[in-house]
T-cell receptor, first 112, second 114 residues
Framework: QQPVQSPQAVILREGEDAVINCSSS?????VHWYRQKHGEAPVFLMI?????EQKGHEKISASFNEKKQQSSLYLTASQLSYSGTYFC?????????????FGKGTLLTVNP | GAGVSQSPSNKVTEKGKDVELRCDPI?????LYWYRQSLGQGLEFLIY????????KSGLPSDRFSAERTGGSVSTLTIQRTQQEDSAVYLC????????????FGPGTRLTVL
């Protein structure tokens, strides 16, 4: 089952903040976040692991609530370059640790 | 350094024809993945190669799809007897060691089946 992302789309003005959520119905081992600009390859943002370890960019923060099987990506003081589609990919506990199941994405548009 | 490259970037084919899509991973990366991305959808896992281990083919949608990885480097995804529902962007990714690791994606091949 795919994780569910919300919102599906969000429009911001430069400098505003946004939160993108990713929820799973299955227990999670890790959550991976990627950003994809139109016509380009997805680019890695962050990995959050069960137990609290994080790997990722300094300017992007995220949380992983293991009990709720949710992750949230926090984009603060948004810039025009933040525009794109954000995908979360989940690795399920007890499953193959390389197999990512991606959500449908959240389209973020940042306007001047 | 060079990233993941894929060829062709676009492929238009007729229903029933076979197609081959190529992926060159980042040098030294042992893990290679293929995904399919349909319009408005997330990335759908197709197949995973790790070193010399048997690939995980659990995501291949039908027996018309196959993939191989020669010499632990270049990979080819083959779709036989293409159908219109195969139209999508096929993305390849590699990672240094597989597992819970950053995946580096290529630009994809846009396949259109007429």
């Amino acid at each position: 089952q795919q994780p569910v992302q919300s919102p599906q789309a969000v429009i911001l003005r430069e400098g505003e903040d946004a939160v993108i959520n990713c929820s799973s119905s299955k227990a999670l081992y890790s959550v991976h976040w990627y950003r994809q600009k139109h016509g380009e390859a997805p680019v890695f943002l962050m990995i959050l692991l069960k137990g609290g370890e994080q790997k990722g960019h300094e300017k992007i923060s995220a949380s992983f609530n293991e009990k709720k099987q949710q992750s949230s990506l926090y984009l603060t003081a948004s810039q025009l370059s933040y525009s794109g589609t954000y995908f979360c990919g989940t690795v399920y506990s007890g499953g193959s640790n390389y197999k990512l199941t991606f959500g449908k994405g959240t389209l973020l548009t940042v306007n001047p | 350094g060079a990233g993941v490259s894929q060829s062709p970037s676009n492929k238009v084919t007729e229903k029933g024809k076979d197609v081959e899509l190529r992926c060159d991973p980042i040098s030294g990366h042992t893990a290679l993945y293929w995904y399919r991305q349909s319009l408005g959808q997330g990335l759908e896992f197709l197949i995973y190669f790790q070193g010399n281990s048997a690939p995980d083919k659990s995501g291949l949608p039908s027996d018309r799809f196959s993939a191989e990885r020669t010499g632990g480097s270049v990979s080819t995804l083959t779709i036989q007897r293409t159908q219109q529902e195969d139209s999508a962007v096929y993305l390849c990714a590699s990672s240094p060691s597989g597992g819970v690791d950053t995946q580096y994606f290529g630009p994809g091949t846009r396949l259109t089946v007429l």
